[in-house]
């Protein structure tokens, strides 16, 4: 992980508000929701099978698509 990866990711810690306390970044992304990234797109969807748990879990037609700025930014940058 770069510098750069390092200061946005404390930049998002300040921004975001987390009800999982940054559980993703406080254990190294060893324990990420499983989303899948559109090609055509921003969107991720969840994979789990209870996404509604996730208070960033947000439902769309026939899946949930997933709002957490961190999670997007983990898998756009850090392909996890």
Not at 3 to 16: A, G, S, T
Not at 52 to 70: D, G, K, T
């Amino acid at each position: 992980m770069t510098e750069q990866d390092i200061k946005k990711i404390e930049q998002l810690m300040e921004e975001i508000e987390c009800p999982k306390d940054f559980k993703c970044v406080k254990e190294n992304f060893n324990r990420l929701c499983q989303v899948r990234k559109f090609e055509l797109d921003e969107h991720l969807e969840r994979l789990e099978k209870n996404p509604s748990r996730c208070p960033f879990a947000v439902p769309f037609i026939y899946w949930h698509m997933c709002i957490c700025q961190m999670r997007m930014h983990i898998i756009q940058k850090l392909k996890k």
